[in-house]
């Protein structure tokens, strides 16, 4: 009797442990389908704004809508920001329900739109514990009407914009090299659609890709020492991939009609769009050469302009199912989150922020936009268009 009732606890045990495996494996489905499921459906964080007036007003509420923040009574916020602007930025944060001081600090030694993007940056890592994106840079093409453009360089929000190129001619595509002051970008500069390395920090500038014929959509490799591009030589658009010093050139794809490539995070993969069949569709390529492989994206046909956010997790890209319209979609593939009217998204540092362009009456105009929550802003303006953007990261 003694061993029936071991041999029937044994068996109890055995049970019980197969039902937690399969419940843990059951919670970590749902961990991921609520991932997917978050993509412009997260709702915002409630805060409430008090003692801040003009500039620095508008700056802290411009950052913290595009990361996911909205601006509530006090009553009715979890956070309470406050603070006062007199001369320089003081700021406090307090959590109502936790009844704690999350954040208490002084800024001087900018100017007070500097000090307050900084504010917005320490709010975000306060209330999230992840670094805000309010100091971050943007590159992009500016074009006057009328104009050939030259390549451009911003805070986020569009405020601070210098040229760094002045070509007098067709620019395009800028792509920041990873951890330097520089970007890749093509130019008509010698007659011909060719890529440039340009280091901002001492306007040096050096031609890497100049074969005949097209070579265009420069993308730096994350450790910066690698640019993918879709070039010519061959006959038809196709990835090719060299050093930033335009040594080892090696072309990746021999398909029809490829464009716009991208890197994954760990440098190991490529993304591109190309025609398979005659369809427009994502498809990725090892980054040292190999097999390629179709990304699905169902329900969102004609995919260009792919970008891997930066955690890996996600790919954004446009599709045209009669405007053009920004998607997210996990990097793995599935469904595709369409988000707004837009085209040539980029991902910011925090992998949650994408910087856009959209059609205008009057052009193209760059927006920014909060991934989970849908939130939008219209980056300040420089020319008739703005369009090609780049996030720093």
């Not at 050939?148 to 595509?173: L, P, R």
């Not at 440039?196 to 097209?214: E, P, V």
């Amino acid at each position: 009797m003694k061993n029936y009732f071991s041999l029937f606890k044994k068996f109890l045990l055995l049970l019980f442990a197969v039902v937690a495996i399969d419940f843990a494996r059951a919670q970590n489905e749902i961990t991921i389908t609520h991932e997917i499921s978050v993509i412009g459906n997260t709702k915002p964080i409630p805060v409430s704004l008090d003692g801040f007036s003009g500039e620095v007003e508008s700056v802290l509420k411009f950052d913290l809508y595009v990361q996911g923040f909205s601006f509530v009574s006090p009553d009715a916020a979890q956070y309470q920001i406050s603070g006062s602007d007199s001369g320089n930025v003081i700021g406090r944060v307090t959590d109502k329900f936790a009844k704690s001081a999350l954040l208490a600090r002084s800024y001087t030694g900018a100017s007070l739109r500097r000090q307050a993007h900084a504010f917005a940056d320490d709010i975000v890592f306060a209330i999230t514990g992840k670094k805000g994106i309010a100091q971050t840079k943007i590159a992009f093409k500016a074009e006057a009407p009328g104009g050939n453009g030259e390549i451009y360089v911003a805070d986020f929000d569009g405020h601070g914009a210098q040229a760094v190129t002045h070509d007098g001619t067709i620019v395009a595509a800028p792509s920041w090299v990873p951890g330097h002051l520089a970007v890749c970008y093509n130019s008509y500069l010698r007659g011909n659609p060719d890529i440039f390395y340009h280091d901002f920090s001492n306007g040096q500038r050096r031609s890497i890709a100049h074969y005949s014929g097209s070579n265009i959509s420069p993308a730096v490799s994350p450790d910066g020492s690698k640019v993918a591009f879709i070039a010519s030589i061959g006959g038809s658009p196709n990835v090719y991939v060299c050093g930033t010093d335009g040594s080892g050139l090696k072309r990746l794809t021999t398909g029809a009609e490829d464009s716009s490539p991208c890197w994954s995070p760990d440098g190991q993969w490529i993304c591109f769009a190309t025609k398979i069949n005659e369809r427009r569709v994502l498809a990725k390529v090892p980054a040292g050469g190999g097999a390629v492989q179709r990304i699905p994206t169902p329900g969102a046909p004609n995919p260009t302009e792919p970008d891997w956010s930066p955690d890996g997790r996600w790919i954004a890209f446009t599709t045209q199912m009669g405007d053009f319209n920004i998607c997210v979609m996990p990097a793995g593939g599935g469904a595709p989150a369409v988000l707004v009217t837009g085209e040539d998204p980029s991902w910011s540092p925090n992998s949650r922020t994408l910087v856009f362009a959209r059609r205008t009456g009057g052009g193209y105009k760059l927006s920014v936009l909060d991934v989970f929550t849908k939130q939008v802003k219209d980056v300040s303006r420089i020319s008739g268009n703005d369009s090609e953007p780049a996030w720093a990261r």
